[in-house]
């Protein structure tokens, strides 16, 4: 019974543990991309519902399994582990394909004897209780529960994702304005060898990115009158019509330059703008190899 209730114990601490390190994940990245700022509402609560149905649809088939292979006398904390973590659809799959059959003691010498057998393989004595089989077949109509609730909630998960993915890939609610004070967001990918801001100095390397691609980053400006925006660009590859944009974006201010043949490091004057935050972004538009290092001085 102790290492019954240890391994319950385990089992819960160990779906504790899960939940809270996605937790602490989304929590991360909310704080690292400075929250959902230039998204709809509705978008991070269609991603929270997704986490959460799934983690539900997990947690219901797991139960479902701990107390079916709990009636065929298996390791029930081991399989609702494997359920759980292996995801519900890998996990039912597996443990389907080896779950034992359900057996019941011998009356005579309690040797487990599959339900169907009319003798014991053992004693060889005639078997004929039907209690037993009323009893599974209750068991198994109880246990529907869980699978229905697992159900319910892998469909809620499922149109939580596709709710999601369809306003993502339709910009519906997605912030794409360059000139917006507003983060923007892509829909695109970029092949990044490394991006940092360190000390004020926003330093990126990139091989590639999809046609339109913007990067961006917060800097501060203290004395707009005296200071300038420091920007040295290379842009090692420049397809025909590639361009490099480099924008500037303070409340209704949003002034751009074109950085894609920079002879020299670039000084923009900040005149035009306040003292305070200004939203520095590189508008990506099909050029390569492309190493830069910006900064407010």
Same mark, same amino acid.
């Given at each position: 019974m102790k290492q019954t209730n240890n391994k319950k114990f385990l089992f819960y601490l160990g779906i504790l543990a899960v939940i809270l390190l996605v937790s602490l994940r989304f929590g991360l990245y909310f704080l690292?991309? !400075?929250g959902f700022s230039g998204l709809s509402v509705w978008l991070p609560v269609l991603l929270l519902g997704c986490?959460? /149905?799934?983690? !539900?649809? *997990?947690?219901f088939f797991g139960a479902w399994v701990y107390r079916?292979?709990?009636m065929r006398s298996d390791d029930p904390f081991l399989w609702a582990a494997v359920v759980f973590i292996a995801t519900p659809f890998v996990g039912l799959l597996i443990y389907f394909l080896r779950r034992p059959e359900v057996k019941r003691a011998? @009356?005579?010498c309690s040797h487990r004897i599959s339900l169907k057998a009319k003798y014991c393989e053992k004693c060889g004595t005639q078997v004929e209780n039907k209690e037993d089989d009323d009893m599974v077949l209750r068991q198994n109509t109880r246990d529907l529960r869980f699978l229905f609730a697992g159900t319910i909630s892998m469909v809620l998960m499922l149109l939580c994702l596709f709710g999601f993915m369809a306003s993502v890939f339709t910009g519906d609610g997605v912030n794409t304005d360059v000139t917006s004070n507003e983060r923007v967001w892509n829909l695109g990918v970029i092949n990044m060898n490394s991006s940092s801001y360190n000390g004020g100095i926003w330093k990126l390397d /990139?091989?590639?990115?999809?046609? !339109? /691609?913007?990067?961006?980053?917060n800097m501060t400006v203290e004395d707009a009158n005296s200071q300038v925006l420091y920007a040295?660009? *290379?842009?090692?590859?420049? @397809?025909e019509g590639a361009t490099l944009v480099l924008w500037l974006v303070q409340g209704d201010v949003a002034?751009?330059?074109d950085v894609t043949n920079l002879s020299k490091p670039l000084e923009y004057p900040l005149g035009a703008f306040q003292n305070g935050k200004v939203c520095v972004r590189l508008q990506i538009n099909g050029v390569e190899d492309t190493v830069s290092e910006i900064y407010v001085r």
């Open positions: 690292k991309i !400075g986490i959460v /149905f799934a983690f !539900g649809t *997990s947690a079916d292979c709990k011998c @009356p005579a /990139f091989q590639s990115a999809s046609n !339109g /691609f913007i990067k961006e980053q040295d660009i *290379s842009c090692q590859t420049v @397809p002034e751009s330059v």
